[in-house]
């Protein structure tokens, strides 16, 4: 095996744990701490926190989720571009760029009908 | 060395596995969904195992359009389920006989 | 062949006028429906007259193609032909002419029935296809007239429909008639084997040619081809001339109305038998052993008939035997190759046999309708024309000299002596005069019954008691007339010609007849007369007494002999059974049972079944499509190379 | 620019098409002229069509332009226009939105003639999934009946069990052969290896799902009857043409002149099932559309029968047969639509049950003749149109030497005669009762110019030059390119 190719990654990984204890550390160091009651009460999107997992989620995060999921995946399809575009050339560009404006109608389908509102 | 057909078998056993959670879940249309979803990824599995053994770049692109399309069907899905779930206020489809005979 | 078509399709179209009019039920139109019919038989008539005088005068024979019907192949054509010779042309003229009498008089007798435009309709369309008949060139067109005769006559029986007994005739006349139909049609079939033809001219031709022709049964069992055909010709003979053995739908028959009994069932439809033995009479001459047989069937007949018509009780079952009992003697004479003996009396019959039925249904219109002579009696003062007419009938009848019945019936007697004399039996000869004895006697039985001596009908009847109107006395004069003048005035004519030219071999035998013989006839039917009269005028007490002392053998055999009651008990009963129980056990039981409604249920069952697979749940569904996509791999992975 | 997108000219038009429908109806903007603006695409698709490419293949092979998809799609494009001309003024009648229906139709379509022109997996599986999804949403469409959901979850759970099988075969296709062309797939799949017989049994599965045959055919009945009326005569109709055309095209590819893999026992064994039940299980039904559904699967399973010697003849039998059944259907299930009330949509199932039909000869003359003639074309009877492609298959099997098929073809099709006959004389012979008199509608002058060529095309019959000029014109040469052209004439 050869392990040298994932030394970016080992790096790109440490240097990511590293900044991140610093800045916790420093908040924790310097930071101005008051305690009031909403403040310390456990918040879950609004369920209790401490509870059963299988309650009945509001039907409406299915939605949220339903849409999360479309755009969200056909990213995927973006990804394999996105490593060549600089080989594939123009037609690949119009390709993809013809792809992003159906996923755009879609996007302004599901505004005005109104997918997005909570209420 | 492992080669395609082992991973095939995995496939396979992903893919049963996947089958009889349909079969055995049908009180809960989630899982059913969820069980689809991993009979989609069992076949990625094979798709990939044999792209790589034969060197050839069909399946993996075949793969990720199955993963996009699946996630269009899970959203297509998805909203059937809640429609679903608007008209009978349940999950289940074990006792959904209201066409029949 | 113009006016031989003429002849022919003039009445059908009068036919069809007047079962249109009766189909769509005009009442109002029944006049119309009337005059058309009538009018159409009496040019008819006319034309068919002048065209016996053209055939027969002339000597020429009409032949002609009317339509193709069955082209087959260039050699083997079926048309629709006219065939007029002698023989035809006589036949038409007496049935054309005796229709247009009977058309004229049910103007009269069936006056004020609902239903006149359909019954006229259907006598003329009897009309037509006994011209069809008698017409034809070939034994398929001749059969289809022959069958067409038999619905007619089925339709008149039963045209009284709403009366039970008269829809029972109707149905005995037509089935007794299919056992005749099926002798025709093996009759036929058998001429296509031998002669591969059914054209009559043309076997006549052929027949001259062929030797011997045999039809092989099995291995070991051949039969001659001419016996064969004759056989099966003389069956459907005897059906349709009521014949003894197939004469029990004919006195049922009289059902109908009287007109209709006298057309139909006295003067031309019951004759086609006799004119088909006449007009096959070149086959019948090569099967000399089925000659044999009809003499032997005639003068059974001949007896048979009028023995049974002496007991008879209904007015028109007495002339119904006399009828059997005088195709009797024609067929006798046809047996012994006195065809124009047997056609001579045909024609006298025809007359005088249609106006005792007419003077027959007049006596009934006078009583009420009333058909029992025992509740008859002294008639003949109310009814005076009638009276005469009746006797002027039954002295043709009887033989009479001058009158139309002795000349016919004279000649077959001498015929018949012949037959005797050139080595056949002399039995034939003695039925015939004891025939003519009996022939005599009942018809005075019956004048004795219903003209004379108290009448018995009870006080509203006999106030009722009327002589016809013109319409229906005019029709029977002019039949008087024929059955005074027929005889003498024809008897030269049949007598001296040849008349079928070439149709027939025929075989004229001059046979010197002692003066006993000729005057023998005479004094038999005057005997006859003389003791009907002396003992229905005079010893009716002691005959009373004898039908007491011989109640059950007069029972048997006013019952006809109780041919019916045996038919009843050895054929119709075992097949009623037989029908019933291949009904209700093989076709219900079985067939029915597991064939068809067996299948239905089965599938309707299965259907039931089925349905209850598709449970609605999701999860079955996916069980079955994977279950069988697992089976179909499983194969897959057997069977692949 | 023009010369890239030529091939997919009509795809595009589709597509674009019913993504401007889409917006116009969101922004509300024309919304009673949608349906027109749809009937005018797919006119101009067909124009496309007509004036289109040259036969061939395609962006390196995967798409193939011939008279097979060619017929396919102006057939499926026909069809869909008739329903849009026939019901543009019945929808309303419906609680669903017109214009999405009319748009998701359009996808449907779209995703048809992808699967139509296809020659390679993924592209077949994707217009697989465009049609499915879109049929899917059609069934849901009529968001207040119970029916429709429980038949819309039915027909997801069942139908996505056939996307996820096709992809399991063309998994092993892929590792049995190393390709995804269908064209080097039918070259190779000669050789026969055990993995290919696999893959190829259950990707045609996947499409024998789609057509509703027999172990595959449970879905059927039930979303027949679930959903809306119109999203049943688009199912029934355009969904089945394009399975039928998929599984002409996989059978004759993948089986013809296959000497390691005899299927004919397999596809015996389904026609004789499917036939059985379409011509058992309708008997007992109380319902239109579920009886139309049964009755649909004994079709199919007649069709069938024409490809399991395969040969020219049976396939041309087999498009002739889908074409006119699928005419006749849609004709039928108008006629039904024009009879419904306007009224709740779970009250629609009971407008539909057979009883409602009790003595509609007096009601509506004009409907009950429509349907007694489009029954009489299902059923066989010689006059109509619908007798010509039985007797073709029936004839080809029977040359075929194919005596077990052509006996149990021989008795369903008499039962099926049964029950065809018995709806016709429910509308004839008896008499009103108090419910059919309940079935009204609105007689509009416009039905009738629905319904005078529907008759006039059922009685083309009478007047076989013209069936049989189209039958050799159009239909034989579309089943050589199948079976004759596959490889040697496109490919080389």
């Given at each position: 095996m050869n392990l040298e190719e994932y030394l970016p990654i080992l790096v790109f990984v440490g240097a990511g744990v590293f900044i991140a204890t610093v800045f916790v550390a420093l908040a924790f160091i310097r930071g101005h701490r008051t305690v009031y009651d909403d403040k310390i009460a456990p918040y879950e999107c609004g369920f209790d926190a401490f509870n059963t997992g299988r309650i009945r989620f509001d039907i409406r995060y299915y939605l949220v989720a339903i849409l999360f999921v479309l755009f969200d995946l056909e990213v995927a399809l973006l990804f394999p571009w996105a490593v060549t575009f600089l080989e594939l050339g123009w037609s690949a560009f119009a390709g993809v760029f013809s792809f992003l404006f159906i996923l755009l109608i879609g996007f302004i389908y599901e505004w005005k009908k109104g997918a997005l509102e909570w209420d | 060395m492992i080669d395609p057909f082992h991973i095939n078998i995995l496939s396979i056993l992903v893919f049963v596995i996947a089958a009889m959670g349909i079969l055995i879940s049908m009180n809960n249309l989630i899982k059913v969904f969820l069980c689809i979803e991993l009979m989609f990824l069992a076949v990625s599995i094979n798709f990939i195992a044999y792209a790589y053994a034969a060197h050839n770049i069909d399946g993996h692109v075949f793969t990720v359009f199955l993963l996009t399309v699946a996630a269009a069907e899970s959203a297509v899905g998805l909203g059937i389920l809640v429609f679903y779930f608007r008209r009978r206020s349940v999950i289940s489809v074990a006792d959904a006989t209201v066409l029949k005979g | 062949m113009i006016m031989a078509a003429a002849v022919l399709w003039i009445p059908l179209i009068g036919s069809c006028v007047a079962g249109l009019i009766s189909f769509f039920n005009q009442r109002t139109m029944d006049d119309v429906a009337k005059l058309v019919t009538c009018m159409c038989m009496g040019v008819s008539a006319l034309v068919a007259l002048d065209l016996a005088y053209d055939v027969i005068i002339a000597k020429k024979i009409v032949h002609g193609e009317m339509l193709s019907w069955i082209p087959l192949d260039d050699h083997h054509k079926i048309t629709w032909g006219l065939y007029v010779d002698s023989l035809s042309a006589i036949m038409a003229a007496v049935v054309t002419c005796v229709s247009f009498m009977v058309h004229i008089y049910s103007l009269g007798y069936m006056k004020g029935d609902k239903s006149i435009a359909r019954f006229m309709s259907y006598l003329s369309l009897f009309t037509f296809f006994m011209l069809f008949l008698v017409m034809s060139d070939d034994l398929l067109q001749l059969f289809l007239g022959w069958e067409g005769v038999g619905l007619s006559s089925y339709l008149l029986i039963g045209f009284w429909f709403h009366k039970d007994s008269a829809n029972a005739a109707s149905m005995k006349a037509f089935i007794t008639n299919r056992i005749g139909d099926m002798g025709m049609v093996l009759g036929i079939v058998g001429c296509i084997a031998v002669f591969?033809?059914?054209?009559i001219p043309e076997i006549l031709l052929k027949l001259t040619t062929f030797d011997e022709a045999f039809f092989r049964l099995t291995d070991h069992l051949t039969i001659n081809a001419y016996t064969f055909i004759c056989i099966s010709f003389l069956i459907g003979a005897m059906a349709k001339s009521a014949q003894f053995g197939l004469h029990v739908w004919l006195p049922d028959a009289m059902e109908g109305p009287t007109p209709v009994s006298a057309l139909i069932h006295a003067a031309t439809m019951v004759t086609a038998g006799v004119f088909l033995l006449i007009r096959l009479s070149f086959l019948f001459e090569y099967a000399p052993s089925v000659k044999t047989a009809i003499v032997v069937i005639g003068a059974i007949t001949a007896l048979f008939a009028a023995v049974v018509g002496l007991f008879q009780k209904d007015i028109k079952r007495v002339i119904a035997y006399s009828t059997c009992s005088q195709l009797g003697y024609m067929f006798m004479a046809c047996g012994v190759s006195m065809y124009s003996a047997a056609l001579f009396h045909l024609v006298t019959h025809a007359f005088f046999k249609a106006l005792l039925f007419l003077s027959a249904g007049s006596v009934i219109h006078a009583m009420s309708g009333e058909q029992n002579m025992r509740k008859m009696g002294g008639l003949y003062k109310h009814i005076p024309v009638t009276y005469a007419l009746v006797w002027i009938g039954s002295l043709a009848l009887a033989g009479i000299p001058l009158f139309a019945g002795y000349y016919s019936k004279d000649w077959i007697l001498e015929s018949l002596y012949g037959y005797a004399m050139d080595g056949g039996s002399i039995i034939p000869y003695i039925i015939g005069l004891s025939s003519a004895f009996l022939t005599a006697f009942y018809s005075w039985r019956l004048i004795s019954l219903v003209?004379?001596?108290?009448?018995?009908?009870?006080e509203r009847v006999q106030s009722h008691i009327h002589e016809a109107p013109m319409i229906m006395l005019i029709p029977k004069v002019i039949l008087a007339v024929g059955a005074v003048f027929s005889g003498i005035a024809l008897v030269g004519f049949f007598t001296s010609s040849q008349l079928i030219s070439g149709a027939y071999v025929f075989t004229e035998i001059e046979h010197h007849i002692p003066g006993l013989i000729q005057v023998l006839p005479i004094m038999v039917a005057l005997s006859g007369i003389a003791l009907a009269v002396s003992v229905y005028h005079t010893q009716r007490n002691k005959l009373a007494i004898w039908l007491v002392r011989f109640k059950r053998a007069s029972a048997i055999i006013q019952s006809g002999f109780a041919v019916d009651e045996f038919y009843r008990k050895a054929f119709i009963k075992p097949l009623q059974w037989l029908g019933s129980f291949l009904y209700h056990?093989?076709?219900?039981?079985l067939i029915d049972r597991y064939g068809p409604n067996g299948f239905a249920l089965f599938i309707s069952r299965l259907s039931g079944a089925l349905r209850y697979l598709q449970t609605g749940n999701v999860r079955d569904y996916a069980i079955v499509m994977i279950a069988g996509l697992m089976g179909m791999l499983g194969y897959v992975v057997v069977v692949i190379k | 620019m023009i010369e890239l997108i030529k091939p997919i000219l009509p795809e595009m038009i589709l597509f674009f098409g019913a993504c401007l429908v889409l917006l116009l109806d969101v922004f509300q903007k024309f919304v009673d002229h949608l349906m027109n603006l749809s009937s005018v695409l797919l006119v101009l698709c067909i124009v496309a069509i007509v004036l289109g490419v040259p036969d061939g293949v395609y962006y390196h092979n995967l798409c193939v332009i011939s008279m097979f998809t060619g017929l396919f799609k102006i057939a499926l494009l026909t069809l869909a226009l008739f329903q849009f001309l026939a019901t543009s003024f019945l929808m309303d009648k419906y609680a669903l939105n017109k214009n999405e229906h009319s748009v998701m139709v359009l996808f449907l379509i779209v995703g048809a003639c992808v699967m139509v022109s296809a020659n390679h997996l993924m592209l077949l599986y994707v217009g697989m999934e465009i049609q499915a999804l879109a049929a899917y949403t059609l069934v849901v469409m009529q968001r207040k009946s119970e029916y429709s959901a429980e038949a819309g979850v039915k027909y997801f759970i069942l139908g996505s069990l056939a996307s996820v099988l096709y992809l399991l075969g063309a998994s092993y296709l892929y590792g049995a052969y190393n390709t995804l062309y269908l064209h080097e797939i039918i070259t190779a799949i000669k050789a026969g290896s055990t993995l290919g017989g696999l893959g190829s049994i259950l990707v045609v599965s996947a499409f024998l799902f789609k057509v509703g045959l027999f172990p595959f055919h449970q879905w059927v009945p039930d979303v027949y009857q679930g959903a809306p009326t119109p999203s049943t005569s688009i199912i029934s109709t355009l969904s089945k043409v394009t399975a039928v055309a998929v599984v002409l095209k996989l059978i004759c590819g993948l089986f013809y002149d296959n000497k390691s893999l005899d299927t004919r026992w397999i596809f015996s064994a389904i026609a004789i099932l499917s036939m059985i039940v379409g011509a058992v299980v309708p008997i007992v039904q109380t319902h239109m559309k579920r009886f139309l559904g049964y009755s649909s699967i004994g079709h199919a399973g007649f069709m069938l029968m024409g490809i399991v010697n395969i040969h020219v003849v049976g396939v041309s039998s087999i498009i002739a047969y889908v074409l006119i059944y699928s005419l006749t259907l849609m004709m039928t299930l108008i006629c039904l639509m024009s009879l419904k009330d306007k009224r709740e949509p779970d009250e629609e199932r009971n407008d539909l049950e057979l009883s409602k039909l009790g003595g509609l000869s007096q009601v509506r003359p004009k409907h009950a003749f429509m349907l007694a003639v489009c029954f009489l074309s299902m059923a066989g009877m010689p006059p109509l149109i619908g007798f010509f492609p039985k007797l073709l298959i029936l004839q080809y099997i029977i040359n075929q030497g194919q005596m077990l098929l052509t006996v149990f073809a021989i008795i369903t099709t008499v039962i099926s005669l049964f029950y065809y006959l018995k709806i016709i004389k429910l509308m004839y012979i008896d008499m009103p009762t108090k419910q059919s008199i309940?079935?009204?509608?609105?007689?509009?002058?416009r039905l009738l110019w629905v319904f005078i060529p529907a008759v006039i095309i059922q009685l083309l019959?009478?007047?076989i030059p013209i069936l049989q000029t189209i039958y050799v014109q159009y239909v034989t040469p579309a089943a050589e390119t199948l079976i004759i052209g596959t490889n040697e004439k496109i490919y080389s």
């Open positions: - | - | 591969d033809s059914v054209s003209f004379h001596g108290d009448c018995k009908a009870d056990h093989i076709e219900k039981g | 309940g079935i009204s509608v609105n007689v509009n002058m019959g009478c007047y």
